[in-house]
């Protein structure tokens, strides 16, 4: 990633996703903000299908696939967990693996019983969150954010989504399952990825 980064200086960002969650905290992320924040939902631009082989690629993927459509900026990310003993496992494939049903206690059982036939000793994960910003004429900007932390069995807590009952952060006890919401996302990977978003692009 260059050192010299673009300044983002249009009238508006486009947000590549249909998930309200996320655009609730990006317009809240640039509230204020001289440019108006939409969602590829508000385009009517449907959601591409995630085939790249890394969390940028996909990333970039779905930004440029808005772009194509409005002409106009657009931001996304992609995220996940990741577990190095598995090669990174489940990875890009983090939704994926929860089914068509969206079945993430089946996940987290994938996980866990993965973790098992390695020996089960080295449980260390951490979940990724990679932001494409992408603008008309093809220049983009990426930046990651993680949080590190160890993968605990069985799962704890019900106030998160996706792997969180099964993620412990380093340095804390709680799960991301049971941890408050809010320092759940002051520590988080999301928060992270934007942090150094915001410092590159949105000074
Ligand atoms: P996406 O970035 O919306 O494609 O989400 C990828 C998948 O990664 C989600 O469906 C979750 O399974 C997982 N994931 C991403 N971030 C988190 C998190 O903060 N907690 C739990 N699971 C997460």
Not at 5 to 30: M, P, Q, Y
Request: a negative charge.
């Amino acid at each position: 990633m260059a050192d010299q980064h673009r300044i983002f200086t249009e009238s508006e960002l486009v947000l590549a996703s249909h998930n309200k969650g996320k655009l609730r905290e990006i317009a809240a992320l640039f509230a204020g903000r001289p440019f108006t924040v939409s969602s590829a939902a508000d385009h009517d631009v449907p959601e591409p299908d995630e085939t790249e082989d890394s969390f940028a690629g996909n990333a970039l993927l779905k930004a440029h696939h808005t772009i194509a459509a409005t002409g106009k900026p657009a931001i996304a990310d992609d995220s996940g967990l990741v577990v190095p003993v598995l090669n990174g496992a489940p990875g890009i494939y983090s939704a994926r693996w929860a089914g068509p049903n969206r079945d993430f206690i089946m996940a987290m059982q994938k996980v866990n019983s993965s973790l098992a036939t390695t020996g089960g000793t080295d449980r260390r994960a951490h979940f990724i969150c990679v932001l494409a910003l992408v603008w008309p004429d093809g220049h983009s900007e990426l930046f990651e954010g993680r949080v590190e932390g160890e993968l605990v069995w069985p799962p704890r807590g019900d106030r998160g989504f996706g792997y969180d009952p099964m993620f412990v952060a380093a340095g804390h006890d709680l799960t991301f399952g049971e941890m408050d919401p809010q320092e759940k996302l002051d520590i988080g990977h999301r928060a992270d990825a934007f942090a150094k978003l915001v410092a590159a692009c949105f000074p």
